[in-house]
């Protein structure tokens, strides 16, 4: 059974004055028995670029097995700029995705800066995740609703998918729009279980956001009692479909 951790993050980030290093999620993956991992940079990275260049280049050292998501901040006055970085993090660094840090970026996925995030999903046909959850309102899932409709093609994953409190609010969008996935890092066990049962194995993926979540998170999807095809589902097959993982 592959297991494939769909949210996870390096470096140095302020906005939680938290650092996250590396070897401590090679580490944390081995020890867990985790195959792949989806490394985001930090949304309060000093350096972004920087933040970029290291998950790039631990991406060059374990191939098929971590990959990268961008994620810059898209309040800028120059909107080709923004879209420059996203096709150089894409097409050039390989990375799988875009992230809009609805908290981290200090923005609402209806802002009109927000837009260029998920053009820039369906310009270089990658999926967008979005934090929702801690930082309301602007991380209400809900607000996801316009962006799903606007954007039908777009893979829209719900980070947190509300983060608990909002749970069941990220469970309606996902009810509501087709192209919306929940990844689950700091959702309860009961909540877990029934976004599961709402909507499918296959739009619900494991997600740990930090390296103490991770071995909780794998025994929280393991006490479920969901069947081995519905387990590999959510613990990795359903990241790798959405994020056309190797």
């Not at 777009?154 to 909002?166: E, F």
Request: charged content about 20%.
């Amino acid at each position: 059974m592959m297991i494939v951790d769909a949210h996870t993050h390096i470096g140095v980030e302020r906005l939680y004055n938290i650092i996250m290093k590396s070897e401590d999620l090679l580490r944390t993956m081995d020890q867990n028995g985790v195959d792949k991992a989806l490394v985001q940079p930090q949304a309060g990275a000093p350096d972004i670029i920087q933040n970029h260049e290291e998950v790039a280049e631990l991406c060059k050292k374990h191939p098929g097995r971590i990959y990268g998501m961008a994620s810059f901040n898209p309040v800028m006055d120059d909107e080709q700029e923004y879209f420059r970085l996203v096709r150089w993090a894409i097409e050039e660094l390989g990375f799988k995705g875009v992230k809009l840090h609805t908290n981290g970026h200090g923005v609402s996925p209806l802002n009109p800066y927000s837009q260029r995030v998920f053009e820039a999903g369906v310009r270089f046909s990658v999926p967008v995740m979005v934090h929702t959850g801690a930082g309301v309102p602007n991380a209400l899932p809900s607000l996801c609703i316009p962006i799903a409709r606007k954007f039908p093609d777009l893979k829209l994953v719900l980070g947190h998918a509300g983060g608990g409190m909002y749970a069941t609010e990220a469970m309606i969008v996902a009810q509501e729009c087709e192209n919306v996935y929940l990844e689950t890092s700091w959702v309860s066990p009961p909540e877990v279980g029934g976004l599961i049962s709402a909507i499918g194995p296959d739009r619900v993926m494991y997600g740990s956001d930090i390296y103490e979540n991770v071995a909780p998170y794998l025994a929280l999807y393991r006490s479920l009692g969901l069947s081995d095809n519905d387990l590999a589902r959510v613990l990795g097959q359903t990241a790798i479909d959405v994020f056309k993982l190797d």
